[in-house]
Every structure is written in C-alpha cells, then in structure tokens.
C-alpha cells in the first residue's frame, strides 16, 4: 500500500521569507503523480502544485516550486515570498491508476507571522 | 461556474439516524470520491466511483453507502452502523489522470 508521510506537523515563517514543507512518499509503481493541496480556514481543498513522476523537471506554480527527487522518494515544496494569506494546512498526496486514487499525509500547519 | 457543491455546510443529526450528504458536480467529470477529515489524521477514501452505476470502496467504508445514478451526484448515506460519524466531509471529482477537485465540505455533527 501507498503511504505518504508528512513529518511537520507545524512550521511558521516570517512574511517575505521562504519556507520548505517536506513530504516523502513509498511506492512501487512507476507512473503516478504528486500534489500538494492546501486547505485554509475556510477547508475548502486548493490544489497548489502537481508533478509527473517521469518528469525530471521540478514543477513550479508562481511562488510555489517543488523538489522532487524520485529516487529518493521525496517530494518537498517551496514557498518563496511567503504572505500572510499562505497561512493554511497543507497535504502532500500521491496518486496513480487512471481515475486517481490518492493518498493522503497528515498535513503540516504553516503559520506565517507578521 | 463550474464546480462542486456540497449540501448543506452543517448538519445536525441524533444518534440512531441515517443521514444523506449531498454532492453535484457541473465539471462532466467521469469520477467522483467522498473523503472523510478528523482532527490529525489527513483525508480517508470512503467511496469512489469511475462511471455511472459502478463504485468502490475505500479504506473506511463500513458504515456508509453511496449511490451514482447520475454522472452529476453522488450522494453519500451515513448509516447508524457507523461508530463515529461526526466528522468533516469532502465530495471531490476528477477526470482520468487529473487532479481532483473538491467541494466545500460538510460538518456533521451527531449527538
């Protein structure tokens, strides 16, 4: 079975500054994909990134890039210019098959302070 | 707007009670998911369905039913057999090899 750790359960970062929130992930197959979601107050789910795992380039989203190393079995996302509406819960899911199935981390808590 | 609705945002319901959640989407995704979220332990597959009349089980599904008539619905059932109900709920959808996308949630509350 498909897992996917997030080992953070809260981090914080100052307004402007940039944060890296850490996700790995076990899996035997070869093709599926990665998402990071965040979910604010509101809890309605934002998708923010994707990546293909037979990508090799990192997938970036605006301020929002990814590391990604396959290998590794890691999958990280980078938040640059952090604002304050950043401030959320975000999951790191994996999927594969055609019709997704995801799994789900546990979320990591970003607080960004002022 | 295309999107996906979930009705109603709260939901109040005595223990013993079946209670229905709504979820419609206009996107003419082919699949459809009901998560459930608690407190610590991210997002858990209920149900899914592919097609119309077809769906599978996730990794919590006693408990719960579902049905899929319509490409549009799918409705989530949660039974009194369900030890735990409360809990926050998420309709999500998707086409073949894409993201999901989600609908606003609902709360249910059972007392």
């Known amino acids: 079975a498909q897992t996917v750790t997030q080992s953070q359960p809260e981090m914080s970062v100052q307004e402007a500054e940039t944060v890296t929130l850490s996700c790995t992930y076990d899996?035997?197959?070869?093709?599926?994909?990665l998402f990071w979601y965040k979910q604010p107050p509101s809890r309605q789910m934002i998708l923010v990134i994707r990546?293909?795992?037979?990508?090799?380039q990192n997938a970036t989203e605006n301020r929002f890039s990814v590391n990604f190393q396959k290998a590794a079995k890691s999958f990280s996302l980078k938040i640059s210019d952090s604002q304050l509406g950043d401030a959320a819960m975000y999951f790191c899911?994996?999927?594969?098959?055609?019709?997704?199935?995801?799994?789900f981390g546990i979320g990591t808590k970003l607080q960004v302070i002022p | 707007d295309g999107g996906i609705t979930q009705s109603p945002k709260y939901l109040f319901r005595k223990e013993g009670q079946n209670v229905t959640l709504s979820c419609e989407q206009n996107?003419?995704?082919?699949?459809m998911y009901w998560y459930r979220q608690d407190p610590g332990q991210g997002l858990r597959l209920i149900y899914y369905?592919?097609?119309?009349?077809?769906?599978q089980k996730g990794d919590i599904a006693e408990g719960y039913s579902v049905s899929r008539e319509k490409k549009e619905s799918f409705p989530l059932t949660v039974t009194s057999a369900q030890k735990n109900p409360t809990a926050f709920y998420l309709c999500?959808?998707?086409?073949?090899?894409?993201?999901?996308?989600f609908g606003p949630g609902t709360r249910l509350t059972v007392t």
């Open positions: 990546q293909e795992a037979y990508k090799q």
């Open positions: 996107l003419n995704h082919d699949a």
């Open positions: 369905s592919q097609i119309v009349n077809d769906f």
């Open positions: 899996t035997s197959e070869s093709d599926y994909y």
């Open positions: 899911a994996y999927g594969a098959g055609g019709y997704q199935k995801v799994t």
């Open positions: 999500a959808s998707s086409m073949a090899g894409y993201e999901q996308y």
